[in-house]
């Protein structure tokens, strides 16, 4: 089974939805911008039912180089994580 691509999708919902493909793609764009937002400035963004984006700081660590076997330090850093809801666990699976 093929994946559904973004085109796919928008039409898919601006027939769900009864709206233009224009108008859900600006909902997509502005949710997402407001998803980024809130993450940055707050560290987490919850779509009720579906899961949340949560930043996480990772702290310092050893890790190896595959290719020489040769340790290496791998620099703290900050990174998004999405975790799916509960509900949309149960609805898949």
């Not at 928008?10 to 993450?39: G, H, I, N």
């Not at 899961?51 to 702290?59: D, L, M, P, T, W």
């Not at 310092?60 to 509960?86: L, Y």
């Amino acid at each position: 089974m093929a994946k559904m691509t973004k085109s796919q999708m928008m039409a898919k919902l601006a027939e769900e939805v009864a709206m233009s493909k224009k108008d859900v793609q600006d909902f997509l764009d502005k949710l997402t911008e407001l998803a980024y937002r809130e993450v940055k400035s707050n560290v987490e963004f919850v779509l009720p039912g579906f899961g949340k984006f949560v930043k996480v700081h990772r702290k310092e660590r050893m890790g190896r180089n595959p290719a020489t076997g040769e340790s290496i330090k791998i620099p703290a850093k900050t990174v998004v994580k999405f975790r799916v809801a509960k509900a949309a666990k149960d609805a898949v699976l």
